[in-house]
């Protein structure tokens, strides 16, 4: 009978002791051509352990369901699928906007919230009720590299852009305004994730500069041919350029890039973040890598005193805020879906940012 | 008050349990004062934290307020510049000339507010462009996202005198700017700082500065005034502030609205009403509340303000989570509770230890004593220690020899007095029966003499004479023969004795002429003479020999207070209240003869302390109670059992 009894108390045990944890959903790619993304992931587990050690959200928890979609939207899908099935977690964090747009339809159907980080494809929210952008967008690329150019006195642009959604808004508002300012463009399209970059960059050789609008995956290869061809024009590369596979490459020397104001070194908030990370993870800290930090901090603060529901986050963000976080301050109007932040023109030197 | 000792000594405990509760009470103690211990050290703790955190919060609202004061006086660096003035004079004059600026003002305005806020004309595009404008937005704009990383202006204007505008980084929403407050406040008080407000031409949350433009003779040129952003503003010192990891700050106005929140937040919310704002009465303080479900120590304190910039009416809370900033004080307290648990435990187990090396020696001397006391004179306890203890088993062992000695010397004393008596004995109970059986030999023949005497004589007078001496003889014999019965009496140690059965043995061949004996005398058993059994027959033979047609004889037993009482009773009629006196005495009977059954049944009961009365009524029938007093008799099916073994 005793015997009986503690068999069933050590069965009952996990149950017993098995303590509730505020489930987040992280789509991110941890292997594959967006691999660099793992500094989202590292972001955001630095964030759940220090707001872990001091109760969490509300004094729950938080626990990071971290699925690698393998860079490929099809694993994506299946990832969001299974959480949803087997943890249904409190809201989602996906990462690159071919990655995120096909489980958009699905976090609607599910009604829950799904963030879309170091996702700048322009029509990621458009429509979308549970769908939020958490990063810069198109526009924002294209306001900061217009930028660039008007200092630059730049009137001839080559454009490379690439097959995903991101690529295609953003060289689509590019050519838009750059025509409309008077100069003239020509641009070439990556068909597929496989394309080599080299072939499409050589046909731009005679531009004034030439403006690497793709994922920052692409942009080593299509540095690296600008420079083997002894291209003497300005180099200009989306937000993707201040990631550490382009900025660590001596071929960036010299690129401008749009950039987000947390490369500041003078920008306080991201200083002792930086620190810790490089010293956590022995590698710079990315943007990426601190939005994957702030929307932690975000949601965590907006679900202060809060129940934790799905409709109660999606409310939270809804009402619009205001939040200082480590890649940038963020004042966000009610019913906006985007969260974003302005992005700056700057030049890579010695791997170093500098903001004109 | 009662001394401890004396207490101890009344609790109706063992040693051993008194040890171990007072080594538990002692250890409860100790422990009861390190908890006060750590509790006086947390409140002492948290006072600390608490005075440093409103230190904290201060030195930060001082930033705040100097990083206010900057940008006021980057302002008057500006307003003292050459080509402001240069401008604002050049304005000033253009606009002296005209026959009616007001006018021109208003029909401006008119045509600046009917345009779309997200578009420009190209009046506005001349401003926008202009020398001043380029260079507000590059010394002061451009500035700060270049060198600091945050784009800390929103919109900066310049009007002249008339509240025209002269210059500005951005479109601003109307042309005419002396219908504002903060326009008229600046040109009376030199300069001004706004509270926090939305501003539509910056887009963002942020406080008006702004700083009169006065010309070489102090005359008013007119104002330049710039939007700076509320949060950027703050985030410039919020990172100084951060004292612990948990560490939020968050910047309340006067009326509880929000105005900054290190964590999201929504901005002007009223929080007036929140748990964390109830405590906040005097100028500065600290608490612990709770927000998040997590207590929170909170240290608030007013804005100062700056040299000559006096400062907002808001309030700025820093709060840590209490957990991390009490952790120090946890550790310790964690540590105490684990050296209290183990100090408990050590206190018991030496407690235990040293009872049992006090309660060991002191049990032995108790069996030792014990068996002394039923005659193991040879007992000695083994002594071990040379402590108080081992003192008291020596003397002990001392004092048993001694018994031992002199009881050795008294028994061979009795035991030669003994045989003596024992001898002295036997002879008299062997003159005692040869001479009780040559005496009844004798009597025998006496009567059978005097029959046959009585058979030769005719006179009845000697007839009566001879029956006279025959029953002298008769008497003579029940005299001799009483003797023999009572010599018994206490001859054989007293035994356990199953009254059930010494009743079923003792009657067979009593006449009891046709009355019923009931026995109810079942599991019943008495310490009692061997000649026990010899009672309860004479009991019967009494009912039956003097009861007036005697049905039943009942025996039977209760317990009482002070024993155990077996009653035996009959339906015989009963005593007779003149003789009820004399019952238990040797009497002479109305035959003349005497009486010696209940006489000799006191003496046998009274061997071992039992005693007997008759207490039955007169007219229904006699009944005589025998109380055994209590440790003298057993009820029990199994103890009658193992007596009868």
């Known amino acids: 009978m005793c015997t009986v009894f503690i068999i069933l108390i050590l069965i009952a045990s996990p149950m017993l002791f098995e303590r509730a944890t505020v489930k987040v959903g992280v789509l991110v790619p941890l292997t594959g051509a967006s691999a660099y993304l793992v500094d989202v992931r590292d972001g955001m587990t630095m964030a759940a352990e220090r707001l872990n050690r001091w109760g969490g959200i509300n004094g729950v928890e938080i626990e990071l369901l971290i699925r690698d ?7 994506a899908v299946e990832a969001f699928q299974e959480l949803e099935r087997d943890e249904k977690p409190l809201f989602y964090i996906s990462t690159m906007s071919h990655l995120t747009i096909p489980i958009s339809p699905l976090a609607e159907e599910a009604q829950v919230m799904l963030v879309g980080v170091v996702t700048s494809a322009q029509n990621l929210t458009e429509g979308r009720h549970w769908t939020v952008r958490f990063y810069s967008n198109a526009q924002d690329e294209v306001d900061a590299t ?16 690439g097959w995903d959604e991101f690529s295609v808004s953003a060289h689509a508002l590019m050519s838009e305004q750059f025509q409309a300012s008077g100069g003239t463009i020509e641009s070439v399209q990556l068909d597929t994730i496989d394309s080599d970059a080299r072939d ?3 046909s731009l050789l005679d531009r004034e500069a030439v403006f690497i609008c793709t994922t920052a995956a692409f942009m080593p290869d299509a540095l690296r041919c600008l420079r083997e061809n002894n291209y003497s024009g300005h180099i200009l590369t989306a937000s993707g350029g201040t990631s550490n596979i382009v900025r660590d490459i001596p071929e960036s020397e010299g690129m401008y890039v749009a950039a987000p104001a947390m490369y500041n070194e003078n920008y306080l908030p991201a200083k002792w973040l930086s620190e810790e990370y490089e010293a956590r993870y022995g590698r710079p800290l990315t943007h990426y890598a601190s939005c994957g930090y702030d929307i932690l901090y975000l949601i965590s603060g907006l679900m202060r005193d809060r129940e934790l529901t799905r409709d109660n986050v999606h409310d939270a963000i809804e009402e619009g805020f205001v939040f200082s976080g480590t890649t940038a301050p963020l004042q966000v109007d009610p019913g906006s879906h985007d969260i974003g932040f302005d992005l700056l023109s700057a030049r890579i030197s010695e791997g170093r940012l500098w903001y004109l | 008050m009662v001394p401890l000792s004396r207490l101890m000594d009344r609790l109706p405990a063992r040693l051993s349990t008194k040890f171990v509760a007072a080594s538990i009470v002692i250890s409860v103690l100790f422990v009861s004062l390190g908890m006060y211990s750590v509790d006086a050290s947390r409140r002492s703790f948290q006072q600390s934290v608490g005075e440093e955190s409103i230190d904290l919060a201060r030195q930060f609202a001082l930033s705040v307020d100097r990083g206010i004061y900057t940008k006021l ?40 507010i009917s345009v779309p806020a997200d578009e420009v004309t190209p009046f506005m595009s001349e401003i926008l462009a202009n020398n001043l404008s380029r260079d507000l937005t590059v010394r002061l704009e451009t500035h700060y996202i270049t060198e600091h990383g945050i784009d800390m202006y929103g919109e900066v204007v310049v009007t002249n005198k008339y509240g ?13 700017q002396n219908d504002e407050t903060w326009w008229q406040t600046t040109r009376d008080q030199t300069h001004h700082v706004g509270d926090v407000e939305y501003d539509m031409s910056s887009a963002m949350y942020g406080l008006p500065v702004c700083y009169s433009v006065l010309g070489p003779e102090g005359e008013f040129l007119g104002i330049i ?7 950027e503003l703050v985030t410039e010192t919020q990172f100084e502030a951060e004292h612990f990891e948990s560490t939020e700050v968050k910047i309340v106005s006067a009326n509880g609205s929000m105005i900054y929140s290190s964590t999201a937040y929504r901005m002007f919310e009223d929080v007036s009403a929140r748990e964390y704002m109830a405590p906040i009465e005097e100028e500065s303080g600290y608490y612990i509340s709770v927000e998040g479900d997590r207590e929170r120590l909170y240290a608030y304190t007013t804005f100062p303000g700056y040299l000559e910039y006096s400062g907002q009416s808001w309030i700025v809370i820093m709060s840590h989570d209490a957990e991390e900033v009490l952790m120090p004080v946890t550790v310790v307290s964690q540590r105490i509770t684990g050296a209290s648990f183990i100090l408990l435990s050590v206190f018991v187990a030496v407690a235990f230890s040293l009872s049992s090396s006090v309660t060991r020696p002191v049990s032995r001397l108790r069996t030792a004593a014990a068996r002394m006391a039923r005659g193991e004179l040879k007992e000695r306890v083994d002594v071990r220690t040379k402590d108080e203890l081992g003192e008291l088993g020596r003397a002990f062992n001392d004092m048993a020899s001694e018994l031992e000695d002199m009881y050795g010397d008294l028994e061979t004393k009795v035991a030669e007095r003994t045989r003596e008596v024992d001898a002295a004995n036997e002879k008299l109970h062997i003159l005692g029966s040869i001479t009780r059986h040559d005496a009844l030999n004798q009597l025998s023949i006496i009567r059978g003499w005097l029959s046959m005497i009585e058979e030769g004589l005719n006179d009845p007078q000697m007839h009566e004479y001879i029956a006279k001496v025959i029953t002298a003889s008769e008497t003579l014999e029940e005299q001799l023969k009483f003797t023999g019965e009572y010599e018994k009496v206490g001859v054989t140690r007293p035994d356990w004795v199953d009254v059930n059965l010494a009743l079923d043995t003792s009657l067979p061949g009593l006449e009891l002429r046709g009355a019923t004996v009931v026995n109810g005398l079942a599991d019943l058993v008495v310490y009692a003479d061997p000649m026990f059994p010899k009672v309860l027959r004479n009991l019967a033979e009494n009912s039956v020999k003097h009861g007036k047609g005697t049905k039943r004889i009942s025996y039977s037993y209760h317990e009482v207070p002070d024993g155990l009482v077996i009653t035996v009773e009959d339906d015989g009629g009963g005593v007779p209240l003149d003789k009820k006196a004399k ?5 002479r009977g109305e035959s003349g003869r005497v009486g010696y059954g209940l006489y000799l049944s006191r003496a046998i009961l009274n061997i071992t302390g039992i005693t007997v009365k008759e207490t039955g009524t007169l007219g229904v029938g006699a009944r005589f109670e025998i109380q055994v007093p209590k440790g003298k008799y057993r009820i029990s099916r199994s103890s009658a059992r193992d007596q009868r073994k």
């Open chain 1, 69 to 75: 979609t393998e860079s490929d939207p099809a694993v």
């Open chain 1, 146 to 161: 217009m930028h660039t150019l008007g200092v630059l006195g730049v009137t001839d642009l080559g454009v490379v852009y």
């Open chain 1, 200 to 202: 499409e960059v050589t």
């Open chain 2, 73 to 112: 006086h980057e302002l008057a660096i500006i307003a003292l510049g050459r080509n402001i003035v240069n401008e604002l004079n050049a304005s000033n004059a253009a606009f002296d000339a005209m026959a009616d600026p007001e006018a021109y003002i208003d029909a401006a305005d008119a045509e600046w």
């Open chain 2, 164 to 176: 025209a505008i002269v210059a500005m980084t951005l479109r601003t929403t109307d042309y005419r």
């Open chain 2, 225 to 231: 005034r710039a939007f700076v952003g509320a949060v």
């Open chain 2, 583 to 587: 019952l238990f005495d040797r009497v």
